[in-house]
């Protein structure tokens, strides 16, 4: 034992120390020597690319990764990705039950085609679900099924799935969560029936432990390559066999209680794969497999155990070969100590897929359950490996068959290995020896797995699936050869020399007997030959270090710079594909690349000094540099120092003042129309707009048109207005013709009527009236038929010959802004016909505000600090309502500064001092002293923080600033005298001084105060004047006028009230009230002022309160001894200090 373990050692040694490293191998061609024609497909987030679909007539690769299925071109362009992820719930619940993250992922494990649609099936972390989906559409599923038993639990498990045309999926793998029970089965999925036909559970006579490997279709059977434990071998220990496992398409299960829902028709042989000889060498355990159905041949990949020296063959075998071990008998151990026998079996109806009578259904039943194993194994074509390796394993395999120059078909072989590489070996057709063509490297890690391969014959590439990516590989590299002599020694059946383009080609237009195409591919490839070197592909660029200028250090890929070395972009190839060899010539050429060097910023030299910026006043003149000397690159440092230099320019005069650019007005909005200027007849009413949007400014122009315009109004025609004219004096018309001396006499006048108020359209009537008089003197008017005084008219009557005269018009009833102006007649006989009063209108130019009351002051704008408060007044029109601010000279809205808390912590510190007076520099300060220097406060920080010293500008005193009432006090030379006195009387006159400061204290506190109604002035008590009064009715009419008060001084505060002046209506019958007897005049816009201007009152001598007009008031309304005296305040001022009528009445009773 000790001799072979030795023995063993030394093999393994000795293979070792020989095997040359493959890179050196002209064959070889490297992972990015690969890319330059291949196409790669990959994704950070996706691994584990296990399955492949591929459907030609659709032009699409269909892949199953871990949590997507994929939909590319053949040329690996997506054309859909769709996730699959498994539910948080389940994942959870995944890992609840001790398995790892990675797999409670959701791993597609069967990938099969069923007509147009797709049936997919993933473990769905360890809860294993299929769906029937769209090919063309791998979004739409159509089933959402249960995956028991269709498809394995753990990603990690062999299984293989096989789809047939009527849609009945054989499955071979294992069923339960522990992995311990394995089955063939199959499921319709078709039909909604659960039914599964299987093997029977737990039994290792059918299958012990087994690894599925593949599985294929051949006439009415379903084939399954395996490997599993030897149950034969087990007399004499364990190992492992690789076997071909058949079932009926058809198989309808056993019955009876035999073999219920079990295969009837399950039988296996073992596949052998050996080097012959007196004692064969057994590559036991089968790893891949590919059945060509143009050939009806099974090829199949073998290894050694794992734990042994490492060998992979490769066997091929027939159907031929396959059908005959599955004719012959089988094999049967009566006992479970007894040896194991050949068994021959007459009824083999079952076996063969043909039905049987039903007596004889029973017997086929019995012998199922008791003969599976085939005596005989199924021996390889030419009874030996097509090709075999020592130190490697092989797993995947895929088949290509074409024609070349010499030989109709020849078969090329494609070979993964578990050291992630590709062998490409071919079977010469003569001698059948195998020759290695080409070895690839797909990925760049050697140790990345290959999970599956497949070839397409109709883009001639091979398909790999990776745990990392996908890729597809064309079959041909032959422009690496870039000699005739290189390209015909590779041997390389895809390959031959163009003559016409004197390059290394494959077949022109597929034609391999083309004269000009050269190729003798009858032998392996020659090694001995000299092969002229090839460069690679570039490397991807990596940083270098510069070592001095542009040229790059000779340092490693990924080594770490000093922090302020220079580096540039480097990429390498190298003369490895191939390498030269035997005397071959090296490449020519650059090995490595150099780009975006660091480069470090110069200046340029300075230009020339620009003109000055302007032609008079302060102006600079300037030049300018920039950094492109070099220019700065790939983080080179940038130049140091200003790149523009600036001079005064001191030979310029100086700037006139700057002229504003002048602004033209723009008329701003008309406003609303006012009243009609007639009642009827047609007239005019008027809107006005102002030149305020914007306002002319810096001597722009006006604003283009009228400030007005008008509309016609009232057309509605006026009743005729008529104006007579007095009486004649009587005349003695008909003297004697009335009985006892009397006689008649006539009177006359005339009456003028119009329409309207013109009087070219006046119509002059004549009237007369007639009466008659007795002798004694008396007269009476005649009465005509109709009940009237007679009076006859020289023109038409028109009914309105009882009106008295008009009234004058009476004053208008407002001062600016548009009011009315009345007049009234009384019917002097009946049915008189007409209006008795009508109006017009008057001063109808605009009104002009004043101001309203300040606001309050606002909050100050900081909570600490020195900030700012503001207050707002509004621009109230006569009648008190809001105007715009325009109307009003002055500003709505003033500002003054305020002052809080200092901002800085007060801990410590004492109190501020007072501010100092404003110096030269219109700065005022003020101190304060820290009492705790050096000590820490209760919360960890140091007290007196801040400056000890605070300044800040003077502030100017706003000029609309409210006059602020004065403190009645002591002035300071009282406050020294009384000083002066305490301290000389301290000691013999204590208690008086007690009590003179007490007195003192006292009078301080007394200053007078502003009333807290009146936020516009403070005042003095009102002074009275005594003026003469008149009757007014107790119920008049009350129209409030504003009034503008006069600028109070500190003498005209206390002001209780704001009575304001009041215009009466009289009534007829109620009971007269005195009242001032002087009217003020309004004669200006605002009404804010007295006729003169000053305040005092003018003489009238129009008792009856005059026409518009005149506004002088009256001082005696009556004659002196029917005056009474009232009282009048001075001062009296605010528009919204209007009181109710009823407190004016009261206010009346009080006179």
């Not at 050291?419 to 760049?444: F, N, S």
Request: with cysteine; proline share 6%.
């Amino acid at each position: 034992m000790l001799l072979s373990l030795l023995v063993l050692v030394v093999a393994v040694v000795s293979a070792t120390v020989g095997t040359p490293d493959v890179r050196d191998d002209r064959r070889f061609i490297s992972h990015k020597d690969l890319l330059v024609t291949a196409n790669r497909y990959t994704d950070p987030n996706v691994t584990s690319y296990s399955r492949m679909l591929i459907d030609v007539a659709g032009d699409q690769l269909l892949v199953g990764a871990r949590d997507n299925l994929f939909r590319f071109s053949l040329r690996l362009d997506v054309i859909e990705r769709v996730a699959w992820d498994v539910p948080p719930y389940l994942r959870a619940l995944c890992l609840a039950k001790g398995q790892t993250e990675e797999n409670c992922r959701n791993y597609v494990m069967v990938l099969q085609s069923f007509g147009n649609q797709v049936y997919v099936c993933g473990t769905h972390g360890f809860s294993p679900r299929c769906t029937m989906r769209q090919m063309e559409d791998l979004s739409s599923v159509h089933r959402d099924d249960d995956g028991v038993a269709k498809c394995p639990y753990n990603p990690h498990a062999n299984m293989t799935a096989l789809m047939s045309e009527t849609g009945q999926l054989f499955v071979g793998s294992v069923t339960d969560f522990s992995g311990s029970d394995s089955a063939i089965l199959r499921s319709d999925i078709t039909q909604n029936s659960s039914r599964i036909l299987r093997t029977v559970q737990y039994n290792s006579l059918l299958l012990n432990d087994p690894q599925f490997v593949g599985s294929f279709e051949h006439g009415g059977f379903i084939y399954f390559v395996l490997r599993e434990a030897a149950v034969e071998y087990m007399n004499c220990g364990k190992i492992v066999y690789s076997r071909i496992a058949r079932v009926c398409k058809n198989d309808p299960g056993g019955t009876y209680g035999i073999l219920r829902d079990n295969w009837t028709s399950f039988v296996k042989a073992r596949l052998n794969c050996s080097l012959p000889g007196n004692y064969p060498f057994y590559y036991n355990e089968v790893q891949g497999m590919v059945y060509s159905h143009d050939e009806g041949v099974l090829y199949a990949t073998f290894t050694t155990p794992e734990n042994s020296i490492h060998g992979s063959a490769i066997c091929a075998y027939n159907m031929s070969a396959i059908q005959a071990a599955f004719e012959g008998a089988f094999k049967h151990q009566d006992a479970s100590g007894s040896a194991w026998k050949a068994q021959e079996v007459t009824n083999r109806d079952h076996y063969e897929c043909r039905g049987t009578s039903s007596s004889g259904r029973h017997m086929s039943l019995i012998e199922s359950s008791k003969y599976q194993l085939m005596d005989q194994a199924v021996q390889p074509l030419m009874g030996r490996p097509l090709h075999h390796a020592e130190l490697e394993r092989f797993s995947h395999i895929a088949i290509d068959i074409i024609p070349t120059k010499l030989h109709e078909r020849v078969h090329i072989m494609y070979v993964a290995t578990d050291a992630g590489r590709i062998k490409k070996v071919t079977v010469l057709p003569r001698t059948k020896e195998t020759c290695v063509i080409e070895i690839w490297q797909p990925e760049a890690h050697p140790e990345t797995r290959i999970r599956t391969l497949q070839y397409v014959k109709d883009t001639e590439s091979l398909y790999v699936g990776t745990d990392l990516a996908l890729m597809r590989i064309p079959s041909n590299h032959c422009g690496r050869h870039l000699s005739r002599s290189s390209c015909l020694n590779s041997m390389d059946p895809y390959c031959g020399w163009n003559e016409l383009q004197e390059a290394c080609t494959i077949a022109p237009n597929g034609d391999t007997l083309a004269k000009y195409w050269v190729q003798n591919a009858t032998e392996c490839p020659v090694l001995t030959a000299p092969v002229d070197g090839g460069w690679s592909a570039w490397s991807e660029w990596f940083k270098c270090a510069q070592a001095n200028g542009q040229q790059p250090m000779p340092i490693g890929v990924g080594e770490d710079f000093a922090p302020n070395t220079d580096t540039c972009l480097c990429r390498t190839r190298s003369c490895n594909n191939p390498p030269p060899k035997n005397g071959g010539q090296g490449c020519t050429g650059m090995h490595i690349a150099v780009t975006n060097c660091t480069v470090h910023g110069g200046w340029t030299e300075w230009s020339a000094w620009s003109a000055c910026s302007q032609t008079c006043g302060m102006a600079v003149k300037t030049r300018r540099r920039t950094c492109g000397n070099p220019k700065p690159a790939h983080g080179g440092r940038v130049c140091v120092g200003p790149d523009r230099a600036e001079i005064y320019c001191s030979h310029l005069p100086p700037c006139p003042a700057p002229k504003q650019p002048p602004i033209d007005g723009g008329w701003g909005p008309y406003g609303d129309f006012g009243e009609c200027s007639a009642i009827c007849g047609g007239g005019f009413r008027i809107r006005r707009r102002k030149c305020d949007n914007p306002v002319p400014q810096n001597g722009g122009m006006d604003c283009s048109g009228c400030h007005f315009d008008y509309e016609v109004c009232n057309t509605q025609p006026c009743p005729d207005v008529r104006k007579a004219g007095t009486w004649t004096p009587w005349l003695t018309v008909a003297n004697g013709t009335v009985p006892n001396g009397g006689y008649v006499e006539k009177r006359f006048r005339f009456t003028c009527k119009a329409p309207i108020a013109d009087s070219a359209l006046l119509k002059i009537t004549p009237k007369e009236e007639v009466r008659v008089c007795q002798a004694d003197g008396s007269c009476q008017r005649s009465i005509d038929p109709n009940g009237g005084h007679s009076a006859t008219g020289l023109a038409g009557e028109d009914g309105e010959d009882g009106w008295g005269e008009w009234s004058s018009w009476s004053p208008c009833s407002a001062s600016c802004g548009g009011g009315y102006q009345y007049r009234t007649r009384s019917c002097e006989k009946l049915d008189c016909v007409g209006f008795n009063k009508t109006k017009r209108a008057c001063n109808t130019h605009p009104c002009k505000g004043e101001w309203g009351c300040w606001t309050d002051w606002t909050p100050c704008s900081v909570s600490c600090g020195t900030g700012t408060r503001s207050r707002s007044r509004q621009c109230l029109s006569m009648a008190g309502s809001v105007t715009l601010e325009n109307d009003c000279e002055g500003k709505s809205l003033q500002y003054e500064a305020c002052e809080m808390p200092s901002c800085d912590s007060f801990l410590g510190w004492g109190e501020w001092s007072e501010w100092s007076a404003c110096n030269a520099d219109n700065e005022k300060s003020r101190t304060r002293i820290c009492l705790l220097p050096n000590t820490v406060s209760s919360n960890g920080e140091l007290t007196c923080q801040g400056s000890d010293r605070e300044i800040r500008s003077c502030s100017i005193a706003l000029n609309n600033d409210v006059p602020q009432p004065q403190t009645a006090g002591v002035t300071a030379a009282s406050v020294a005298t009384v000083a002066i006195a305490i301290l000389l009387t301290l000691l013999l006159c204590c208690p008086l001084s007690i009590i003179a400061t007490l007195q003192y204290m006292k009078r301080k506190q007394k200053g007078l105060k502003a009333i807290q109604g009146s936020p516009c002035y403070g005042s003095y008590p009102n002074q009275y004047s005594s003026l003469p009064t008149k009757d007014v009715s107790r119920h008049a009419m009350v129209t409030p006028v504003a009034r503008s008060p006069p600028l109070l001084t500190a003498a005209d505060a206390d002001v209780v009230s704001h009575p304001i002046s009041l215009q009466y209506t009289d009534g007829s019958h109620h009971k007269p009230k005195r009242q001032s007897s002087f009217k003020g005049p309004r004669n200006d816009a605002s009404g804010s002022k007295l006729a003169n201007g000053n305040g005092t009152l003018v003489k009238s001598i129009n008792v009856n309160g005059g026409a518009i007009g005149n506004n002088t008031p009256k001082i005696l309304a009556k004659s002196f001894n029917e005056t009474d005296t009232a009282t009048i305040k001075r001062n009296s001022h605010g528009p919204n200090n209007i009181r109710h009528a009823r407190q004016l009445e009261m206010d009346e009773d009080k006179y």
